[in-house]
């Protein structure tokens, strides 16, 4: 989409840009290396609480299982921001919260049933009483708030870094000058 701009003897072109404003690809890259971190982190969890009996981590899974996401979608959100390949904190942020969004609602559409049961509204609202919760454990439901919450900050936080370390598309990552066979100078340059 380049047009000409004739003005006198000085010829202008301009070129608009065809890169489109969100990076998809970015998205799904972060989020397939952030839910699979997450796979490998909760499963060393899983294993520590109830294979090898560590009571500290079996009493407190939800909160280990919280901060390892906290930590998946920071990497994601780099990862993101990175790969979007504009070089912009607020572009990087912008990705990362698209990646937590995306990794949301693939959660909740996927598992609700399981979902439902890990926050505890499972439990919850069979312990309703005329209205009233008779005694619900409220430690889940706080580490799952903690955790979205968390982890929309921790993946903008994330997206921000990624951003601001990702390069210039179209940057050549080559250290040496080439020079022209015909005039002996660097590339680009005029004699």
Known sequence: MARSITTGTVTT????SSRP??????????????????????SLWLA????SQTASIRENLEWYIGGSALACLFLGGVITGYLAGIRSWASGILHAWALWG?????????????VLNIIGLGRLTSEFNGGAVVSADTSALWASFWT????FVAAGLG?????ALAREPGVAAESSARTDADDGYPVGRAS
């Open 148 to 151: 979205i919450l968390g982890g």
């Open 159 to 163: 997206g921000a870094i990624g951003g």
């Open 102 to 114: 995306l990794i949301l609602i693939a959660t909740i559409a996927i598992g609700i049933p399981s």
């Open 13 to 16: 072109s301009m070129e608009g």
């Open 21 to 42: 404003v969100i990076s998809w690809g970015a998205i799904f890259g972060g989020a397939v290396v952030g839910l699979a971190l997450l796979a490998l982190l909760s």
């Open 48 to 51: 520590l609480a109830y294979e």
